[in-house]
């Protein structure tokens, strides 16, 4: 019985190499899952990054008084301490708006 041979040489095992890094860096990159700010609890809520038990408390109980939250705007102006800056980190640890696009791409709706 033969067994398969074959040629492993320096060039081989260093492109193996950066495929599995490279790899490794894209799934560390992007958000392991979505949390949708609209439906989302207080207990789902605390995994996103940015997000605490006060702040999730907050975020649920102010859509349970107004509605869903229309944009990202709506959430810097309805939850304290909640900056744009803040929605997009939440963003890129995976809250997404009503499931379809990032806070941070959200189109908002003018204040008059």
Same mark, same amino acid.
């Given at each position: 019985?033969?067994?398969?041979?074959?040629?492993?040489?320096?060039?081989?095992? /260093?492109? &193996?190499?950066?495929?599995?890094?490279?790899?490794?860096?894209?799934?560390?990159?992007?958000?392991?899952?979505?949390?949708?700010?609209? &439906?989302?609890?207080?207990?789902?809520?605390?995994?996103?990054?940015?997000?605490?038990?006060?702040?999730?408390?907050?975020?649920?109980?102010?859509?349970?008084?107004?509605?869903?939250?229309?944009?990202?705007?709506?959430?810097?102006? &309805?939850?304290?301490?909640?900056?744009?800056?803040?929605?997009?980190?939440?963003?890129?640890?995976?809250?997404?708006?009503?499931?379809?696009?990032?806070?941070?791409?959200?189109?908002?709706?003018?204040? /008059?």
């Amino acid at each position: 019985m033969k067994l398969f041979k074959t040629k492993f040489n320096g060039n081989t095992y /260093k492109k &193996s190499l950066m495929a599995l890094v490279l790899g490794t860096a894209m799934l560390l990159s992007a958000p392991v899952f979505a949390v949708n700010i609209n &439906s989302a609890s207080v207990e789902i809520l605390q995994n996103v990054k940015g997000i605490g038990p006060a702040r999730a408390k907050a975020i649920v109980e102010e859509r349970e008084r107004n509605g869903a939250f229309v944009s990202s705007e709506d959430l810097n102006i &309805s939850i304290k301490g909640i900056g744009q800056k803040t929605v997009e980190k939440m963003s890129e640890s995976g809250l997404t708006f009503d499931g379809v696009e990032p806070l941070s791409r959200a189109k908002s709706i003018k204040m /008059k």
